[in-house]
Structure formats: C-alpha cells, structure tokens
C-alpha cells in the first residue's frame, strides 16, 4: 500500500489550484437519476470517491463518459433503471445514500443498502427517511436494505422539518422534491455551499427551488427535468487544508480558485491565530504573522459555522500554537481520531469526549503515522510541513478519497514530500 513521506521544515511559496469540491460532485452526480437527458459536470475533481459513485450509477443503468483526464463527467440516465443500490458499493462510501431521493423521484420505489457505521460515528439516516416518509413513502429495513416505495408512485410535497440541518437529508429530500407532486418545504434545512451548488444545477435541470443557502428551502414538483451542464463549485474543505500549509510550514502560498465566502468562518479563526489571508483576483493568498499561530478555541458548527471537515487539519496548526487552544467538535461524536497519531508526533493533545484540548508546543517529531480517515489523514501530513524530520503518513486510500495529489500539490510550493508505492 502506498504511503506518503514528508521531511519537515521547508517553507512553502507559490500557488495552489483547488479542486472541485467533492462533497458537491457527490451530490451533483446522482442528480442524474432524475432525468432522462445528459447531465454534464466539468471541474470534477479527480478523486475515488468519485470512481466509486461512477460505479453506483453504473449499476443503477447510468451511461457516464470520463473526459479531460476525469475533469468532465457526462452521464445519461436515459435507459431502464435498476433501483437497488448494492451494499458491495454503498459500503465503501455514505455518500451513495444519496440515491435513494432521486430513485424514488424517478421510479417510485427503490431498495438502498444502509451506508453501515463508519469511522468517525454511527451516522444514521433518519432525518432522510422520515422527510421521504412525510412525502408519503413506506420505508422498511430488511436484511441491511432501506426499502422504499411511494405511496401511489409518486412522492407528493410536504412540510418537512427536520431536527438537525443533516447536509444529506436536505440533498436528499430537495433532489426528491423536484419531481414529487406539490410543494415541499424543508425547514431547518442545511445551508452548505454544495446544497446551493446542487439546487444551482437542478434549476439548470429545469427544477423549481427557492431558498437555497437559507434555512428553508421550498420546492415546486415539476413533471421532467432536462439535461444540464454545470461546474462544480470550488472545494472549501480542499481550499481550508491548503491555507493551512504556509500557516505551519511557513511562507506565503496563494490557493487558487478560493473565495472568502467559501470558509468565512474559517478564516475568521485564522485571523485571531495571526494570520493573514487576502482575497487576490485568482484566490487566497495566506500568510502567518510571527513565528508561532497564537492558539485559539474552535467549536464545530453546520454552515455558516466552522466545519466539521476541517477540525483535524485545525489542530495540526494548533499543535504548534502559543498557548492552549479547545477544539470542541459538535457534528460526530467521534472524530478525534487523529490527536493519538499527532501525540505520538510529540503534540500535546488531551481529548475528553467531544473536547480537545491542545497545548502548543515548539517542536514536534515525524514519525510513522496512520489514520482511519480522510481528513485525519491530511492533518498529519499538515503537521509533517513542520515536524523535525521524516512522517511517513500510511493507508493512503483515504487521503485518496478526498485529495488529488496531495504530493504533488505541496510539492509545487516547496515541500519535500512523496508518495511512495507500497510493495
Ligand atoms: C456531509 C459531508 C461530510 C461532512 C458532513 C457534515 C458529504 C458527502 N459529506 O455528510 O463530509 O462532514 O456533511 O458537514 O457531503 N445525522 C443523523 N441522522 C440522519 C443524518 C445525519 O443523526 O439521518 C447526524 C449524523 O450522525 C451526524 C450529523 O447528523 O452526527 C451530521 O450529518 P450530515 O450533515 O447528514 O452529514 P453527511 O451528509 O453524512
């Protein structure tokens, strides 16, 4: 299995072009269910979490053609369509539950595996089957599969509003919504960027939605949608972690492509850190101040807050801050797991439940390290920028999830850093 090796203490200079933004990609390409036109993405970002949704549409009887080396998607639903969406491919990834919406919209019924556990919670989907539900959907659990069928074939419109501002339900339900009969109304709805990228690119498709970006967003059900070209919209979590690098390594590197509406929030924690971030006209240039971040306290909140995805990466750059800092993650109840990694990198991390609490220190040492997913995994090539020494980051697959090249990406501004094949 490939790894990465990073020797620490290279500054970095130069540019950084972010890719399209997974999470949205993910959402986007299983609008394609919902019409029987082609729907085209450009600006995909080149990752295998999209492989594996390629593959799951596939398997739902999706046509999908690859081009410019993986940055153009174009998929057509135009055949019959499978509805069970196999547990072998919905295993490997949560995001494939967000088929079950528009497999429903399209054909009435559809039997989805459940996701299962995954690393960092138990993560379950009833805020999604109780909106399909409230849309007159009959949903029962057997052998691991949702089974779904709406009442009379059709969903109908309904006001929905859910406990918590799940970014999947509201995916789920909206891209649902634009073909059921009726109105629907999601109160409490998530406002993430990539919920308005996709109601962007439904509106393209020919459906009616109002409120995206807002706590309640209103659907109209129209009869068909139509094709679409859309681009993805710009990762904020990719754009995030790459701020962070100068921050830690020092330097300047300006992240192409970056706006500030994408990580306000983020950038505002940077800000107190004794970072500057200027917006240029090609994106975010950063820089730290001093030597040393000052610490600062995070707490992990849905959009507009400070996101979920970029506290392991937040307290790469924390371990190296002056003073202690408190990391308080609100959205999965188990995503620490990357501070024994960066412990075991000379940090001082203690965590308490959701609490984490990390006491800056001068130096750290690179070690060989792991982690058990994505974003902990980036974080302790984050904290490899600066460590002493070599960090060899294992169980690359996960970092393949979600970062195109990473090596090649930090490499460009300076970094000395590489992949190394396993055996
Ligand atoms: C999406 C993102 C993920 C990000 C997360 C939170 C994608 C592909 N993934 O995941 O990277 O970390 O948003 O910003 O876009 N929950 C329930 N019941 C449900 C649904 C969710 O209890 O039916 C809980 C989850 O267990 C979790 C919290 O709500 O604790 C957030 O989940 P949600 O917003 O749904 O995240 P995802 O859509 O899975």
Known sequence: MDSIVVRGGKP??????????KNAALTLMPATLLSDEPLTLTNTPRLSDIKTMTLL???????????????????????????????????????????????LAREGHAIVSLPGGCAIGARPMDIHTDGLAKMGAE???????????????????????????????????????????GT?????????????????????MGAQIEGDGTSSITIQGVDRLHGATHPVVTDRIELGTYMLAPVIAGGEVECLGGRMSLVASFAEKLDAAGVDVQETK????????????????????????FPTDLQAQMMAMLCFADGTSVLEEKIFENRFMHAPELVRMGADIEVHGGTATVTGVDRMKGAPVMATDLRASVSLILAGLRAEGETQVNRVYHLDRGYEDVAGKLGGVGADIERVPGS
């Open 184 to 204: 629907t109304v999601i109160n409490n709805a998530a406002r993430e960027p990539e919920i308005v990228d996709l109601a962007t690119c439904l509106r393209k």
């Open 57 to 103: 549409l596939e398997s739902l009887g999706a046509e999908i053609s690859s081009l410019q080396d993986g940055k153009v998607q174009t998929m057509s639903c135009h055949g019959a369509i499978n509805t069970t969406a196999d547990y072998d491919i919905v295993r490997k990834m949560r995001a494939s539950n967000l088929v079950l919406g528009p497999l």
């Open 139 to 181: 949903i029962d659990l057997k052998d691991g599969y949702l089974h779904a069928k709406a009442d009379g074939g059709k969903l109908k419109g309904a006001v929905i509003d859910f406990p918590f501002a799940s970014v999947g339900a509201t995916e789920n339900i909206m891209m649902a919504a634009t073909l059921a009969k």
């Open 282 to 305: 090609a994106g975010l240039k950063v820089k730290l101040r001093g030597d040393r971040p000052h610490a600062v306290d995070v707490t992990t909140e849905p959009f507009p807050g």
């Open 12 to 21: 970095l200079s130069g540019q950084i072009e972010i890719a399209g933004a």
